[in-house]
């Protein structure tokens, strides 16, 4: 059990388009989701926790406007990347947790994306 | 403040050896959660353990235990006879209660066990 997806898994896009990743929790499901990116040999930087049928809460100094989140439903979460640049390019992963604040994260496989 | 550190950036060890990983965490909170994971070459963080703050009991499972030790702020991670599959980047993390779930991690340790 306790399965998160991330599609797609990687992306080459060109500077100026728009990316949309989605992050699906398989057999459970997820009050809140998570968003992190991760540079190579780095540690995971958390950018924003969205829960279901509200809006997402960023980190700061990540731009709300640039990485939107949407968590629809209590099994998915979008995370679109606008206006894309190549400084955005980078992994990001989603993590998904129960319905108690408490609940373990599991983590999704992670979408690369480059931009051109 | 809340901090998690893992002062071995790179472990290399040869197959069968046993090896630990070590994770010492700051905080003030009585009540909270630690937990490794592990990212293997693919990138996926696979999820290993997680342990409450009023749970001492160490932990074995298989070739894996954890030793915590709240004294010492530590929640030490133990490879015995290490495998070639057991080379990834682990990760420490800590979440503090009515915080979100919020995971702070620490820097990770890349093990490389070689044959």
């Known amino acids: 059990g306790a399965v998160v997806s991330q599609h797609p898994s990687w992306v080459i896009c060109k500077s100026g388009t728009s990316v949309k990743i989605e992050c699906r929790s398989l057999?459970?499901?997820?009050?809140?989701m998570f968003w992190y990116r991760q540079f190579p040999k780095q540690s995971l930087m958390l950018m924003a926790t969205?829960?279901?049928?509200?809006?997402?809460?960023?980190e700061q100094g990540v731009e709300k406007d640039k990485f939107l989140i949407n968590h629809a439903s209590l099994t998915l979460s979008t995370l679109t990347v606008t206006s894309a640049h190549p400084e955005d390019s980078s992994f990001y992963i989603c993590?998904?947790?129960?319905?108690?604040?408490?609940?373990?994260?599991?983590f999704g496989p992670g979408t690369r994306l480059t931009v051109l | 403040a809340q901090k998690v550190t893992q002062a071995q950036t790179e472990i290399s060890v040869v197959e069968k050896e046993d090896v630990t990983l070590d994770c010492v965490y700051e905080?003030?909170?009585?009540?909270?959660?630690l937990f490794w994971y592990k990212q293997p070459p693919s990138g996926e963080l696979v999820f290993l353990i997680r342990?409450?703050?009023?749970?001492?009991q160490n932990e074995i499972s298989g070739r894996y235990s954890w030793n915590f030790q709240k004294s010492t702020s530590s929640f030490n991670f133990t490879i015995t006879a290490s495998q070639v599959v057991d080379s990834a980047v682990y990760f420490c993390?800590?979440?503090?209660?009515?915080?979100?779930?919020?995971?702070?991690f620490g820097q990770g340790t890349e093990l490389s066990v070689k044959p």
């Open positions: 993590s998904a947790s129960g319905t108690r604040s408490t609940d373990t994260q599991y």
């Open positions: 342990r409450n703050s009023f749970d001492e």
């Open positions: 905080t003030r909170d009585t009540t909270y959660y």
């Open positions: 969205s829960n279901e049928g509200s809006k997402a809460t960023y």
């Open positions: 057999d459970f499901q997820a009050t809140t």
């Open positions: 993390a800590l979440s503090r209660a009515n915080q979100g779930g919020k995971l702070i």
